[in-house]
C-alpha cells in the first residue's frame, strides 16, 4: 500500500520544478507570519501567511523550469547583496574599536585610519585629495 502511493506520489511529481532556495525562504517567512499572527492575533499575517503558502507550492508544483530558475536567480542576487552588505556592516563594527572609517569629501571612497593618532593628514588613495581629521 505504501509503495503503491509513493509510486503515484513520484509519477505525479516527475517533470515537476520542486524546492528551492527561494521556496525555502517563502516557507521560512511563512512560519514567521504564522507565529507573527497567533501572538498578535491579527488576521491579515494569517491571510498573508496562506497566500505564501499557497504561491510556494505553486512554484514547487510548476513545470514552467524556466520562470522558476529565473525567479530563484533574482532572489539569490538579493540575498547576496543583503549577506554582503551585512558583513561589510559587521566587519566595520568590528574595526571600530581600532580604527576611524572616514569617507574622502571628494570621491567618497571609504578610508580606514587607527584611532589615536590625534590630528592627521589623510590623503585618499583614490583620488589623492588630502584632508584633516582626528582620529
Not at 524556466?66 to 549577506?83: A, D, F, M, P, S
Request: aromatic content about 14%.
Amino acid at each position: 500500500m505504501m509503495n503503491r502511493w509513493k509510486e503515484k506520489m513520484m509519477q505525479f511529481m516527475a517533470g515537476r520544478y520542486g524546492a528551492d532556495q527561494f521556496n525555502r525562504f517563502l516557507m521560512f517567512v511563512t512560519m514567521g507570519c504564522i507565529i507573527f499572527a497567533i501572538f498578535t492575533r491579527k488576521n491579515i499575517f494569517y491571510y498573508l501567511a496562506v497566500l505564501l503558502l499557497v504561491y510556494s507550492y505553486y512554484r514547487i508544483l510548476s513545470k514552467n523550469h524556466g520562470k522558476r530558475y529565473e525567479e530563484n536567480q533574482k532572489y539569490l542576487r538579493y540575498e547576496t547583496i543583503v549577506r554582503n552588505t551585512w558583513q561589510a556592516r559587521k566587519n566595520n563594527m568590528a574595526q571600530r574599536k581600532t580604527h576611524h572609517i572616514y569617507r574622502c569629501p571628494k570621491c567618497r571612497q571609504k578610508i580606514r585610519v587607527p584611532k589615536g593618532k590625534g590630528k592627521i593628514a589623510i590623503t585618499c588613495p583614490n583620488c589623492h585629495t588630502e584632508f584633516i581629521r582626528k582620529s
